[in-house]
């Protein structure tokens, strides 16, 4: 009876120490690393403090030396010095992940610079910004993190706009840049499907960020060091204070749809989130405008009738 009691006391002891390693081991393979470029504020934080916050281990890039060590502060959360306009950091950051031994599930491409003002004002310098930040950026970084997100299955999510389908004047190449995104996720989504990587894109309206105020300080620094004068649409910006964001939404909403986006089994291919009922309005009624102005007076027309049809179709897809 000694014998068989001490047995059991022993099986007790053993499941005991084993169940706690057992149990970090399944949250350790729950948890996914996932990098956020622009990670500094705005929906980048967000979306870096929500997926550490349910677990997952985020590489935060960011380009300054105060906002990677604030970022460091956040539990699961590892900074990495990333200006997606520098191929030498973008090897550098790969170099560190890779070291890191954890893999890579998903990729954010999040970093983004808007440039205002009517198009024929805009500078060359101020152009190529615009398109080194928000097109050659995500081409850059997904390119060079691609091997590493296939080896893991895993995702790729851009964060896009609704500038993306809709172009107001005085924002001509942030437009520019965001349509550039449509066609960089469509393409990229179906080369990556056989790979197992799924691609998508999360197009948000306006919330609160510093993106506008970046770009219009930055502008205006720029012209006063050229000694340039502010145009007076540039002037009348300045007075009301265009480019502060402070007064829309915490982008909350858009984090949701990223978690989506990387996490749903049955995720989408693009994202629309805004804040109101007329962004959303102006947006569908835009891409609406569009079909229809490429329908209009060409030999293979659809009637109203086959536009229904089209677009029942689509909202109703037959899957096999």
Avoid at 7 to 17: K, N, P, R, Y
Avoid at 20 to 26: G, L
Avoid at 250 to 255: K, L, M
Avoid at 293 to 319: C, F, H, W
Wanted: aromatic share 6%; proline share 4%.
């Amino acid at each position: 009876m000694k014998s068989l009691k001490w047995l059991v006391l022993s099986i007790i002891s053993a499941v005991l120490v084993v169940a706690p390693v057992a149990m970090a081991a399944d949250v350790q393979e729950d948890q996914k690393a996932i990098l956020v470029t622009g990670a500094s504020s705005g929906i980048g934080l967000k979306v870096t403090q929500d997926l550490a916050a349910a677990g997952h281990f985020v590489y935060a890039g960011a380009r300054k030396e105060k906002d990677l060590k604030a970022l460091n502060e956040i539990p699961n959360v590892q900074s990495i010095r990333l200006d997606v306009t520098v191929q030498s950091e973008i090897d550098a950051a790969v170099a560190i992940v890779t070291a890191e031994g954890r893999g890579l599930y998903g990729l954010v491409n999040n970093a983004g610079v808007a440039i205002v003002g009517p198009m024929m004002d805009v500078s060359d310098d101020d152009f190529h910004f615009q398109m080194n930040v928000n097109v050659y950026g995500p081409f850059r970084v997904t390119k060079a993190f691609a091997p590493l997100i296939v080896a893991s299955q895993g995702r790729i999510t851009t964060i896009g706009s609704i500038a993306g389908t809709v172009s107001p004047a005085g924002l001509g190449p942030y437009c520019m840049s965001k349509h550039a995104m449509e066609a960089f996720t469509d393409a990229l989504a179906a080369e990556m499907e056989p790979q197992g990587v799924v691609v998508n894109i999360v197009e948000p309206g306006n919330y609160k960020s510093k993106i506008s105020a970046s770009a219009f300080n930055r502008m205006v620094t720029e012209k006063v060091a050229a000694g340039v004068e502010l145009t007076e649409a540039q002037k009348a910006m300045q007075d009301r204070g265009s480019n502060d964001r402070s007064q829309f939404k915490d982008p909350d909403e858009v984090s949701d749809a990223v978690m989506l986006a990387l996490f749903d089994e049955n995720s989408k291919l693009r994202y629309m989130v805004v804040p109101n009922q007329g962004e959303a309005a102006f947006t569908i009624g835009k891409a609406v405008q569009e079909l229809v102005q490429l329908n209009e007076d060409q030999p293979y027309s659809y009637d109203r009738e086959g536009l229904i049809k089209l677009l029942d179709e689509a909202m109703n897809p037959v899957t096999e």
